[in-house]
């Protein structure tokens, strides 16, 4: 996995020259590529789907494939939006997109500036920096000032300089478009199994092991305080069956997302405890799944209760997981 923090930013490498770009001006490829435009925050299984085809067709047709994304979010420059909002900070989505196929990922900047830009003049960046032959979108993209590249304006844009677009939709489960916003939903709810679904994995977090409180060693149950990223969604208050990845190692782990009310905590942490672990891991990087929500978070009457509750709580996270590796 790599050391993935929650840093929102920075270069992920596969050992191709420079696969993750931070901006569309560094891109100066030497061969015709197919491109597709978006957020993909999430790279969720309608991502996967276009993502795939849009590979093929480069692999059948001797160009590169690419995905240029941006950050920050759209939706957080132009609505302000503030606190909890990605699926994926950027070196996580690029490294999802790569693992799909993808040969050069950019991460352009989006700011006030960018989404001035004329549809047309950003088609002749693509032209210039990217080798554009063909543009891969869905039905309802729109790109540019007050959104004026729309599929008929880049299909006439393509006309006259040369390449093609390609509308491809994105897949339907239960009847319902896949989104980044009805994941976002179903992750803040709880629900991590139909995120799970739409996404086409466990959704994950990473971040630090730092210090915290301690109140799991007190009690028995020593916890790693993860330290993620203050824009990345997490779970509803609860406990959660979890996966927790250290370098390439895997464990077993009962998860508490939440304030820990019983010692009248007021800041939201990620803390699993990693079943049948007892090293020193402070400063190392972990990832976090979250595979069901066991629990909702609750107070108890007394300090044993709790060590009690808890014991029941690894219990269920160890059966279920277990359960989910006979399965597999």
Do not use: C
């Not at 609750?298 to 300090?303: R, V």
């Amino acid at each position: 996995m790599g050391r993935l923090a929650g840093r929102p930013y920075g270069v992920y490498s596969t050992g191709k020259a420079m696969p993750h770009l931070l901006n569309l001006s560094d891109a100066a490829l030497e061969q015709p590529s197919i491109v597709t435009i978006g957020v993909f925050d999430g790279v969720h299984r309608g991502h996967q789907h276009l993502i795939k085809r849009l590979v093929e067709e480069a692999r059948a047709s001797g160009r590169l494939a690419v995905a240029l994304t941006f950050f920050p979010h759209p939706d957080i420059v132009l609505r302000g939006l503030h606190g909890r909002y990605y699926l994926t900070n950027a070196e996580q989505k690029a490294n999802l997109l790569m693992e799909l196929g993808v040969d050069y990922v950019v991460t352009h900047p989006f700011n006030d500036d960018v989404r001035h830009i004329r549809a047309a003049d950003f088609v002749g960046q693509l032209l210039r920096y990217l080798k554009l032959s063909s543009l891969w979108v869905g039905s309802d993209f729109a790109m540019g000032y007050k959104r004026e590249g729309n599929v008929p304006f880049l299909k006439e844009q393509g006309a006259q300089n040369g390449f093609s677009v390609h509308e491809i939709d994105l897949i339907a489960a239960e009847g319902l478009t896949i989104s980044s916003t009805a994941i976002r939903g179903a992750i803040e709810s709880g629900q991590v199994e139909q995120a799970s679904e739409w996404l086409g994995r466990a959704y994950s977090v990473t971040g630090e092991v730092v210090h915290g409180e301690k109140r799991g060693r007190q009690i028995g149950f020593p916890t790693a305080n993860t330290a993620v990223w203050s824009e990345q969604v997490i779970p509803a208050n609860g406990i959660y069956a979890s996966w927790v990845r250290l370098g390439e190692e895997r464990f077993m782990a009962a998860t508490n997302v939440g304030v820990r009310p019983h010692f009248d905590g007021t800041t939201i942490t990620v803390e699993p405890y990693i079943l049948d672990f007892d090293r020193e891991i402070y400063g190392e990087q972990l990832e976090v799944t979250f595979e069901t929500r066991l629990r909702a978070e609750a107070k108890f009457n007394s300090l044993q209760e709790l060590i009690d509750q808890i014991g029941r709580d690894v219990d269920n996270a160890r059966s279920y997981l277990t359960k989910q590796i006979a399965i597999k």
